[in-house]
């Protein structure tokens, strides 16, 4: 068997060696090429050289004999000297530089006949000879001397150039040689590479691209899918694995559906019990499956689309979970829907949950909740208006007996009763607190909203607890942006929101600090600050300070029972605001509140 590893190898290894192949025949080439340049270089370099400095330097000696006849005998003798030493140099050079067939006789010749030159030369430099003899010798012996040296040194030349350019011509052609050599290489390399390609598209491409087209298959359900495995390398083991795969899926789907299958019919059997209304929904709002309570309620029946049964809200709430990765409730009014079911009133917490491919939409039974909120209401608002009628009378009473209408008092009555008026007086505030705080919360309480100015309401605010706030010796700053926009209040509400958090801050506020009001534009709405300098409030107890009757340790008792905040908070919330607060302990605290803008302000 012939496996993918194996053809990968046989490839790949032919590539291998071929260019190991190229590399040795370049190496070669290269390397006589080199040989060759080498010879070009420096062997017959160095004679053409030499031959050319014997020639010259013989040209120089015969000028210098010509300037001795001329009369300058000691300027041509200086010439002859040095320019004999030189020519011997060079022949020298020539000597031990013999590289070509019959060069080594003509540079013996060349020397015999230079050592004739010589003793010829030191006859007609002679000047005791008389000039005549001397001219008449150099031109019967010294000059035809002169001729045959330079005629076999030009040869010797002609010989060492004509072999340069021979070995010019040998590089030439060896360097078109492995030009074609390698040329001829890589046109095999490329040929096999094509090869190799194809063939590695039948062997390894097609396989795998079947295998991927039956992957996919497999991916969109169809486990039937049987592949061909008549490959014995790997592709076909790997086909042979992928049936098997398959026929292991085939059997775990039918498991899971007779699992699901009972899955399913337990899960129905006990949502039919579930005392909550409870259903899971599709992608497109239709019922799979719902409790009793569901169907009874609701006429969340299965099969049946939410859409149809006309409920508004649940509409908008099934958008809302489709939107988001986590539960979300109604938009309703107090998170409450008010549903009748026969002759009784029921009251329902919806909430949906996003669940893979689906909704589950949950419906809790606060009716209970509800009606003990509403007998709170009740309770607290029959308590009050009960108590207000005789606290009047003892409030009434004591009044007329501090102004002593009844008869004289004397210190210690007197001051029994200023202590029952102030007793009876925040009794009667924390009894309007509650009214308000029941009205407020149950609906009834009426908000006359129309556009104030934000500066007039923080100014009035301001200017109630002014002479407050000089007596205690506290600085009551304001900081009003210029050129706010008309807010949508009540301003006797929101007056009674600047007085509960201007009181506490002056309150908790020592001598020498400030107390500062801001008011500055959040874009729909204003945001107002009310800013002290006071002991400020632990971590912990801020986020309690908003609830009702919560009390932060170690107040005195006269601070009040935990309603005034808890009253900001109703109101700022029934104008659409909010409310919030930040607190370091020993630098103060920072009690916020927003109020919307009209909606047809200029921008």
């Known amino acids: 068997m012939i496996g993918i590893r194996q053809k990968l190898l046989l490839g790949f290894g032919g590539l291998l060696l071929i260019v190991a192949a190229m590399g040795v025949l370049t190496i070669r080439q290269i390397d006589l090429l080199g040989g060759a ?13 030499a031959c050319q400095n014997m020639t010259a330097s013989l040209e120089r000696i015969d000028s210098g004999v010509l300037f001795t006849f001329a009369g300058h005998y000691n300027e041509g003798m200086t010439a002859v000297r040095l320019h004999e030493e030189n020519f011997r140099h060079a022949l020298q050079v020539e000597l031990g530089n013999i590289t070509l067939p019959g060069e080594e006789q003509k540079a013996l010749r060349i020397g015999e006949l230079f050592m004739e030159y010589a003793r010829v030369l030191e006859r007609v430099t002679d000047p005791s000879e008389p000039l005549s ?12 001397l002169f001729r045959e040296i330079k005629q076999l040194s030009g ?93 292991t899926l085939r059997k775990m789907r039918k498991s899971d559906m007779d699992t699901l299958l009972r899955t399913r019919s337990a899960t129905q059997e006990v949502f039919k019990v579930l005392p909550s209304p409870v259903a899971v929904l599709d992608l497109k709002g239709v019922v799979e499956i719902s409790t009793e309570t569901a169907e009874r309620y609701f006429g969340l029946k299965p099969g049946v689309n939410v859409r149809d049964l006309g409920h508004k809200w649940l509409c908008g709430l099934l958008q809302s979970a489709s939107n988001r990765d986590y539960a979300s409730e109604s938009e309703v009014p107090d998170g409450f829907i008010q549903h009748f079911v026969g002759n009784r009133e029921y009251f329902f917490q ?12 949950i419906l809790r039974d606060v009716t209970q909740v509800f009606e003990q909120l509403e007998l709170k209401r009740s309770v607290i608002a029959t308590v009050s208006h009960q108590l207000k009628t005789p606290l009047t009378s003892l409030r ?15 210190e210690q009555q007197a001051d029994l009763l200023f202590a029952a008026r102030d007793e009876s007086e925040r ?78 801050a002056l309150r908790f506020t020592p001598p020498g600090g400030t107390v500062t009001v801001r008011a500055a534009d959040d874009q729909d709405t204003i945001r107002f600050t009310v800013e002290d300098t006071g002991e400020g409030i632990s971590p912990e107890h801020i986020i309690h300070l908003f609830e009702q ?21 109703e109101i700022v919330e029934a104008h659409g605001g909010t409310v919030s607060a930040q607190s370091q302990t020993g630098k103060g605290s920072v009690f916020q509140f927003t109020l919307p803008v009209q909606k047809n302000r200029k921008a």
């Not at 190799?196 to 899918?225: C, V």
């Not at 909203?449 to 607890?465: D, L, Q, T």
């Not at 932060?552 to 005034?564: D, F, K, N, R, W």
């Open 549 to 569: 009757f919560y009390r932060v340790p170690g107040q005195p008792a006269e601070s009040g029972i935990g309603l005034g905040l808890s009253i900001v908070k």
């Open 350 to 361: 919806p909430l949906a949950v996003s669940v893979s491919a689906g909704t589950a939409l």
């Open 133 to 144: 003899l001397r001219q008449n010798q150099y031109f019967s012996i010294l000059h035809p």
């Open 396 to 410: 009434m009473s004591i009044h007329l007996l501090l102004e002593e209408r009844v008869g004289n008092l004397n």
């Open 37 to 49: 340049i080498d010879v070009m270089l420096k062997q017959n370099y160095r004679s053409v050289v």
């Open 155 to 247: 040869e010797v030349l002609e010989m060492n150039q004509s072999n340069m350019h021979q070995a010019n011509d040998n590089a030439r052609l060896m360097a078109a040689t492995a030009h074609n050599t390698m040329l001829a290489a890589i046109l095999a390399s490329a040929v096999i590479a094509l090869l190799f390609g194809y063939q590695s598209h039948r062997w390894i491409l097609l396989p795998i691209q079947k295998l991927i087209a039956s992957a996919e298959e497999i991916r969109m359900g169809n486990l039937d899918l049987v592949l061909d495995t008549t490959s014995n390398d790997e592709i076909g083991t790997l086909s042979r694995s992928f049936n098997e795969m398959a026929a």
């Open 427 to 504: 009794l009667e505030h924390i009894l309007d607190d509650l009214l308000d705080l029941n009205r407020i919360e149950y609906g009834k309480a009426h908000l006359n909203i129309h556009p104030v100015s934000p500066s007039r309401m923080c100014a009035e605010g301001i200017e109630a607890f002014a002479l407050n706030a000089r007596d205690q010796g506290v600085k009551l700053e304001h900081a009003i942006a210029e050129g706010l926009p008309d807010v949508m209040a009540d301003p006797e509400r929101v007056r009674h929101v600047f007085a509960n958090l201007l009181s506490n």
